[in-house]
């Protein structure tokens, strides 16, 4: 095996349990940063994993509410509305030199994080799965499938490549990509429409495809240009092909935060689309029409 590593995990749900659960599992040190009530829990039982890929199974964690002393790297997987409090955990000075690897939806928060931290240590990361938080320290992993992509111009390339290979032996497909900004778009141009047009008409994907067919091509359409003009990959027909691929129930996360009564990342995600389209002069007004919407309806 790889070195043991030590790693943090901030936000424990979702993404944070199903990581840090299959890295406890591979025999690395997992120390969970939550709220009092998650560390307790987690101290208690540890990390449950349910999973069709890699298995049923439980694994002991360290649990506090702030990170007090070096790890080698600390997963970032809180969502953005949590963003703020949540790196309160992750003092500047007790983080040093370990990698910070965000999993964040949106663009615009490796340079936030790269004003708080060192610039060298920022690790932006995209990963592609379905896992669920059901209780504290309980995940349930239902995709067949789990890819992270690390990134990070900042970051020396073998730091980079040490920690794509811990992640691969614990579980994810994962690769190191040269281009952040491509990796970030990649995920945003995706997301983007999903997460807009799942949320305003509270349908699952295979209906916004079909009964909201012209608003989903044209806004495909006007994400791509956006992204196109960032420095990212635009292929409006290849994403609406995944789109057709996708199971029909499918619902974005922000949809699942709406119906849970839950913060939305509407900002992040919607907010930095069309401050991207502002700052090339582009007009994007389905985009634009669906997030005044959005935040009209109180989201």
């Given at each position: 095996?790889?070195?043991?590593?030590?790693?943090?995990?901030?936000?424990?749900?979702?993404?944070?349990g199903?990581?840090g659960?299959?890295?406890?599992?591979?025999?690395?040190?997992?120390?969970?940063?939550?709220?009092?009530?998650?560390?307790?829990?987690?101290r208690?039982?540890?990390?449950?994993v349910?999973?069709?890929?890699?298995?049923?199974?439980?694994v002991?964690?360290?649990?506090?509410?702030?990170?007090?002393e070096?790890?080698?790297?600390?997963?970032?997987?809180?969502?953005?509305?949590?963003?703020?409090?949540?790196?309160?955990?992750?003092?500047?000075?007790?983080?040093?030199?370990a990698l910070?690897?965000?999993?964040?939806?949106?663009?615009?928060?490796?340079?936030?994080?790269?004003a708080?931290?060192?610039?060298?240590?920022?690790?932006?990361?995209?990963?592609?799965?379905?896992?669920?938080?059901?209780?504290?320290?309980?995940?349930e992993?239902?995709s067949?499938?789990a890819?992270?992509?690390?990134t990070?111009?900042?970051?020396?390339?073998?730091r980079?490549?040490?920690?794509?290979?811990?992640?691969?032996?614990?579980g994810?497909?994962?690769?190191?990509l040269?281009?952040?900004?491509?990796?970030?778009w990649?995920?945003?141009?995706?997301?983007?429409?999903f997460?807009?047009?799942?949320?305003?008409?509270?349908l699952?994907?295979?209906?916004?495809?079909?009964?909201?067919?012209?608003e989903?091509?044209?806004l495909?359409?006007?994400?791509?240009?956006?992204?196109?003009?960032?420095?990212?990959?635009?292929?409006?027909?290849?994403?609406?092909?995944?789109?057709d691929?996708?199971?029909?129930?499918?619902?974005?996360?922000?949809?699942?935060?709406?119906?849970?009564?839950?913060?939305?990342?509407l900002?992040?995600?919607?907010g930095?689309?069309?401050?991207?389209a502002?700052?090339h002069?582009l007009?994007?007004?389905?985009?634009?029409?669906l997030?005044?919407?959005?935040?009209?309806?109180?989201h």
């Amino acid at each position: 095996m790889a070195k043991r590593l030590s790693v943090a995990v901030l936000g424990p749900g979702g993404i944070g349990g199903l990581l840090g659960g299959l890295l406890g599992r591979a025999g690395h040190r997992v120390v969970c940063l939550a709220g009092e009530g998650t560390a307790e829990a987690l101290r208690a039982d540890g990390i449950r994993v349910r999973s069709g890929v890699f298995g049923d199974f439980t694994v002991p964690v360290e649990a506090d509410t702030v990170l007090r002393e070096p790890v080698d790297v600390c997963l970032v997987a809180v969502k953005h509305t949590a963003l703020d409090a949540a790196l309160d955990r992750v003092p500047p000075a007790a983080l040093g030199d370990a990698l910070l690897v965000p999993f964040l939806n949106g663009v615009e928060h490796p340079a936030a994080l790269r004003a708080r931290y060192a610039p060298h240590v920022v690790a932006p990361a995209v990963i592609r799965v379905e896992s669920t938080r059901l209780a504290p320290g309980v995940i349930e992993h239902g995709s067949p499938f789990a890819e992270v992509d690390l990134t990070g111009e900042t970051v020396d390339r073998a730091r980079l490549d040490a920690l794509a290979a811990v992640l691969g032996d614990a579980g994810p497909v994962t690769r190191v990509l040269d281009d952040e900004t491509s990796a970030l778009w990649a995920k945003m141009s995706f997301l983007a429409p999903f997460a807009l047009l799942t949320t305003r008409y509270g349908l699952p994907l295979g209906e916004i495809r079909t009964r909201h067919r012209d608003e989903l091509t044209a806004l495909v359409e006007e994400t791509s240009a956006v992204s196109r003009a960032c420095g990212g990959p635009a292929d409006p027909a290849q994403a609406l092909a995944r789109y057709d691929d996708f199971p029909p129930q499918s619902k974005s996360s922000m949809q699942r935060d709406a119906e849970a009564g839950r913060p939305l990342e509407l900002d992040a995600i919607g907010g930095a689309l069309l401050r991207a389209a502002d700052r090339h002069g582009l007009s994007v007004p389905v985009a634009s029409r669906l997030v005044r919407e959005l935040t009209a309806a109180g989201h």
